[in-house]
């Protein structure tokens, strides 16, 4: 897809400052360290629209970008990080879950998984909400520029089976490129769907 404009919207802690436009949303979701600031500055050929930090944990509100002033990349607070306090990690599991069953024109969600680990009980509390509020997921493995292509597809097929998935998971590396034009090709088949 080529990317005219992409700008930054709004940061926000809930409900009252998403934007009220009617256009659609694509979410990103994973762990905290999972690359999700980095694939989507990589989605989008921007370096530093998404703030990427060392830090893991420190996405703690809903981002929206607009894009082409079409459609919007919401990044979602990111799960699981330990060493944020406990009153900001206690409140990204009701926010998350807010968000995915109230937005009125989220199509779906992209699932970041590091390609290195099993899935955790928060991913597949995540992957559980999607299913109940029927939620369309695009699965994605995260740094596979770190792994061979032969352990790159047992982490495929073990996750695939894990998560009980139809399909693969993708493969990307925002470092590396890899799987952007794949994630690109899942993402459009959501737009225009009412």
């Given at each position: 897809m080529k990317i005219l404009s992409a700008e930054f919207i709004v940061s926000a802690p809930g409900p009252k400052q998403f934007?009220?436009?009617?256009?659609?949303?694509?979410?990103?979701?994973?762990?905290?360290?999972?690359?999700?600031?980095?694939?989507?500055?990589?989605?989008?050929?921007?370096?530093?629209?998404?703030?990427?930090s060392q830090t893991p944990g420190k996405t703690q509100l809903?981002?929206?970008f607009l894009i082409n002033?079409?459609?919007y990349f919401v990044d979602l607070p990111g799960y699981g990080y330990a060493h944020?306090?406990?009153e900001v990690t206690d409140a990204w599991a009701?926010?998350?879950e807010g968000y995915l069953k109230g937005s009125l024109t989220l199509r779906a969600v992209v699932v970041l998984l590091d390609?290195?680990?099993?899935?955790?009980?928060?991913?597949?509390?995540l992957i559980e909400w999607l299913r109940q509020y029927d939620i369309p997921a695009?699965?994605?493995?995260?740094?596979?520029?770190?792994?061979?292509?032969?352990?790159?597809?047992?982490?495929?097929?073990?996750?695939?089976?894990?998560?009980?998935?139809?399909?693969?998971?993708l493969l990307s590396s925002a470092k590396s490129g890899a799987g952007?034009?794949?994630?690109?090709?899942?993402?459009?088949?959501?737009?225009?769907?009412?």
């Open positions: 934007p009220v436009d009617k256009s659609p949303q694509i979410a990103f979701a994973g762990r905290s360290n999972v690359g999700k600031s980095s694939i989507i500055n990589a989605l989008l050929h921007r370096k530093k629209l998404v703030k990427t809903i981002n929206f002033k079409a459609f944020a306090p406990h009701p926010m998350i390609s290195r680990r099993e899935p955790d009980e928060r991913d597949l509390r695009i699965f994605a493995l995260t740094k596979v520029d770190k792994l061979s292509r032969q352990v790159a597809g047992r982490a495929q097929r073990d996750i695939q089976a894990r998560l009980e998935l139809e399909d693969l998971p952007m034009s794949s994630l690109w090709g899942s993402i459009v088949k959501y737009f225009g769907k009412d």
